[in-house]
Every structure is written in C-alpha cells, then in structure tokens.
C-alpha cells in the first residue's frame, strides 16, 4: 500500500483539480481529501455520502455559575486569556483543562466539541474519505489524521494499492499529519515568486520528515523566466520534475461541470496530466 | 481602522487584494501591513521591504529536574496533549504537542518541573516605502503557527489603517488573525470552490461576528453562483478583477497592479472608502 500526498505551501496552485484528475486516472486508489477547513475533492468526483462520523477530538470549558464563587484562580492560570470576569471564550480556549483543575470549588468542567464531521464516500473513481471541520474550530491534525486512517482502513479492507492524499495549503500541523509516514510527496507549483517561496519551504518540511518529494509545475506558460528559476532550485535539490502542466480555461470549464479537468481528453493540461500521473504511478512503485 | 483580508480557498488574490490597498493608501494614510499568513508569507515579494528589526518567537515548554522527579506520572495524567509520557525511571517530552498551557509545572508535587523557550518562527519588522512592515515566519517543520501570528498581531495598534493579510482555510490561524478586526474582506473566485469555501469563511466571520464584504477576483471565469449566493446573504460584493494575463505575469514577476496601472490606484482607494462605509 503506498500514499502518496499532494501538497503545494501555497493555497490555489492546483492540487485539488489534479488531484481529481488521478482519481479519474488511477484505478486503484483509496482518496483522502485532508484539506479539512476548505474540503473540494468531493465536488469534482460525483461524491455520493454514505457514512457521516461526528468529530469529537476537543474539549472546551465551561463554568457552572451556580458553583462558581469569582475567585479569578482560573483567570490567573489559563495561559490562553480564554477565561475573563468567569466567562470562557470558546475561540481561545485550547481545552488543556488547567481551569477545571485550580478550581476551588468543581465549577468548571470539560465539554466535548463536535468540531466536525468525517465522510465516507463512493465516487465513480473509487472510495473518497472527506472531513468538515467547523469554521473557527482548531486544525491541530487530529482530523486529518482521522480522514487519513479510514482511508488507510479501507484500503487494507478492500485491498486498494494506494492512497492518494489531497493535502492541504501551508507548512502547518495540518500539513504535517498529511505528510508524515507517506511514500512520497508531489509539490504543485507554478511559475510565480509567491509559488517559488512556498515550494522551498514545504520542501524544507519534506525533507525534515523524510518524504521523498517530486514537482510538478502548474500554469507553466505563465512565465519562462520563473519556470528557469524551478528547475534550476529543483536540480539543486536533487527533485525531479515529473510534469509540465500548462493554463487551460478547460480546468475551469471542468469545475464548473463538477468534474476533473482528464474528462476532456483534448485538452492541453488534461494530457500532461495524464502523463505526469504515468510518470509519478512509475516513480512510487519503486518506493 | 483594522481591515484583515481572508478567503478560505488557498490562492484566490488575498496577497494581491491586501497589498494593492495597502500600495494605494499609503500616500495620504500611515498603513501598517501584517503579513499573517506566517506558514507561507509572500507579501515582502511585492511589497519588498527592508527589513530593520527581527526577532524571534518562542514558545515554552517544560524541562523536568531528573533530581527532583520521583516518576510519579501527575504531570502526564494533567497534560491533556500527550506531550509527556511518563516510564518507570524516565519521562519522555514531546515538545511540539506542548501548548504551553503549565498545567504539569502547576501539578508538579515535586516542584521538579521548570521551563525552556523553544525557537519556533521569528517575527521581522520595517518599511515598505511609508508602508510600515510587519510579518511572521513559522519554522519548518514546526507545527503551531498561532503562537507566531499571536505575537505579530501584539504590535497591531489602532493609531493607522493596519491591513492583515491572512492565511487561507478556516481553523486557528483564521481565527487568530481575524480576531479584533472592524472589517473583513473575504476574497474569492467564481467557481465551485470559490463558493465553497466562501460560504465557510462567511460562517466563520458570522460566529466572530466581524462585518464583511466580498472581492470577486478573476470575476470573468467560471459561473454566477458566487454573485448569486452574496445577494441571498446579503454580502456586499465591494469589487470585482477580471483575469488579465498582463497583471498575471507582473503578479509572477512580483510586481503589483496598483505600481503598474494608475487606474488600480483609484479603484484600491474607492475600496477602502466602502470599507470604511460599512465599518461604521
């Protein structure tokens, strides 16, 4: 079984659309969108639900005001500023239950949070792991960890060769759970400074976990000049780049229709991307 | 006046949006520009500041005196992180599950726990032209960006127009940049992900209960279900870009719109002048 997870540093790159694309493209594939806070694997891959699990991985504090005598003990030692004048904010807590400990008089207990929700889905492409995490909840990746274990399970289940992970934009704890124990990492790109930025440092993240990384450039027509940069950085590193992938308004078009950009099998990007899949598909196996 | 600039979906302009209204203001206005996006900051590439001051930011985490430790396992059965695990005649620590919340510290009867500043990102400061600069930097490998965007949002102060610069999704770090400002604009793109995520960003600017408006970026792309779903929220839709290949390769180049197309200028000042509208 081996996961591969596609990651960018920066958010908007393509990873989403390419992603959708290898689901079309691969025939034995497990998929796991661990981009929990802006999940949108499932409306390119006709994702019909068939599970939903709650989410309950934090806990928040609550005062009960009948038993509480303000005498300010938890204000003082919750190192957050989530308690003020025996009031909790449900923003800043971060459920260490300090609080819930000083208290002299048990007024403060620890409340489950349902902070999501955990999908299993049938695509026509194969099984699609999904989460919803509430909006303003934390993104420690303990839900990602969560899409990525059901997906592991199924896999190990109904004997699926890989799964492919749709991570999640930045350098984060989020990223992280995405990444660490994969067999491989594909960075999207694309030929701006912001992109270039982004892609040494979530680089700097693969080698820190030793996930072996390979790039693929997006838009690469936008401009040659940045395109040198990469592959002069990649060379450097010692990444390969596995694809070229030019601006096609058929991505759009695709989206639009609910579907990955390879349904138009005309299309510029839609065959590079069918060959990028062929060449990573080569790459992983040897892993 | 506190403007933070947020959007859910990763790369739909917020970079863009926020130093374009913070290029157009500066003549006439003291703007403070923080770049919170600290896991991945790109503003400094068009902004291009020099950089005068930079600190670093830590965190705390708990040393255990081996001398004092009689491996009782309080300070484990307290951490609600797992960052401490507790052997027959050691304890293990973990320090990037550490929140620093004290608890073991606190519960220790021993008094054998004391605590180290660990280096976690660094926060670099300085100008931009009139532009003052702020921005943060996660290292790495580091899990926690909240405390880095805690301690740039410290030198926020209310006597200039501050532009946050937010990074994507809507979890903790949103949060924590968009916390205490008096307007949000949420910046998106006509597509089904674009929806998407607006609709969780407006959920999440709802429960924070800050006042937004909405930049409709590449506007002539994709379908009409964004302008649909703003006037059934009733969400101001305060601009909208159409794609331009020209500004595209300026934006690779780093290069921003308000620099090379003086209309910009004009439009970036009108935007602020409805912020300013709205926010009142």
């Known amino acids: 079984m081996k996961t591969l997870t596609i990651i960018s540093g920066k958010g908007g790159t393509g990873k989403t659309s390419i992603v959708g694309s290898f689901a079309s493209l691969a025939k034995n594939a497990v998929f796991a969108d661990c981009d929990v806070d802006a999940a949108d694997l499932s409306l390119i891959t006709d994702a019909r639900i068939k ?17 509480c005598i303000q005498c300010g003990d938890c204000e003082d030692a919750c190192r957050f500023n989530a308690i003020q004048n025996c009031k909790v904010d449900h923003f800043l807590c971060e459920g260490c239950r300090v609080c819930s400990l000083v208290c002299p008089q048990g007024a403060i207990s620890m409340e489950d949070v349902c902070s999501g929700q955990l999908f299993v889905s049938d695509t026509p492409y194969g099984p699609l792991v999904h989460a919803r995490l509430e909006p303003g909840e934390e993104n420690s990746g303990k839900l990602v960890t969560l899409v990525r274990q059901t997906a592991e399970q199924i896999a190990r289940d109904q004997g699926f ?73 990649c060379q450097q590193e010692g990444v390969e780049i596995l694809g070229m992938i030019p601006y096609d308004l058929n991505v759009v078009r695709a989206l639009v229709r609910g579907k990955p950009v390879v349904c138009y099998t005309e299309s510029a990007a839609s065959q590079q991307i069918t060959k990028l899949w062929g060449r990573l598909a080569e790459r992983v196996t040897l892993l | ?95 990037e599950l550490c929140h620093d919340c004290g608890g073991c510290k606190l519960f220790c009867p021993q008094n054998a726990i004391g605590k180290k500043e660990r280096k976690i990102g660094i926060i670099e400061t300085g100008f931009a032209g009139n532009i003052a600069f702020f921005q943060g930097r996660l290292t790495p490998g580091e899990p926690f960006s909240t405390p880095v965007i805690r301690a740039l949002k410290r030198m926020v102060s209310n006597d200039a127009i501050v532009i946050l610069d937010a990074p994507p999704g809507t979890s903790c ?56 779903y703003c006037a059934k929220k009733g969400l101001p839709v305060l601009m909208r870009l159409p794609y331009d290949k020209e500004l595209a390769i300026k934006y690779a180049q780093g290069v921003s719109a308000v620099g090379v197309l003086p209309e910009y200028q004009q439009k970036f000042f009108q935007l602020y002048q409805d912020i300013n509208e709205l926010a009142r």
């Open chain 1, 51 to 67: 599970t939903v699990q709650e989410f309950k991985a934090s806990q928040k504090a609550r005062i009960d005001v009948a038993k």
């Open chain 1, 161 to 233: 060769e890989y799964i492919i992970v749709d991570g999640p934009p930045g350098i984060g704890c989020p990223v992280i759970a995405s990444l660490t124990g994969a067999t491989a990492s594909l960075i999207v790109t694309e030929p701006t400074l912001s992109a270039i930025s982004d892609l040494k440092r979530v680089l700097s993240v693969c080698n820190h976990f030793k996930v072996p990384a390979f790039v693929c450039v997006n838009r690469c027509d936008l401009y040659q000049e940045n395109v040198r940069r990469i592959t002069e950085f």
């Open chain 2, 1 to 95: 006046m506190i403007v933070s600039v947020a959007s859910g979906k990763g790369g739909t302009g917020k970079t863009t949006i926020a130093v374009n209204l913070a290029l157009a203001l500066q003549r006439e206005n003291n703007v403070k520009f923080f770049d919170c996006d600290v896991e991945a900051p790109n503003a400094y590439l068009f902004l291009k500041p020099q950089i005068t001051h930079s600190e670093p930011v830590t965190t705390g985490c708990p040393t255990i005196d081996g001398t004092r430790c009689t491996f009782c396992g309080k300070c484990a059965e307290v951490c609600a992180f797992h960052a401490l695990v507790v052997l027959k005649e050691r304890v293990l620590l973990y320090p």
């Open chain 2, 173 to 228: 770090p949103v949060v924590t940049t968009l916390e205490g400002s008096d307007f949000c604009l949420l910046v998106t793109e006509p597509t089904p992900y674009g929806l998407h995520d607006l609709s969780l960003a407006v959920e999440l600017v709802q429960k924070l209960e800050i006042r937004a408006g909405v930049v409709v970026n590449r506007a002539d792309i994709g379908d009409d279900k964004v302008d649909a």
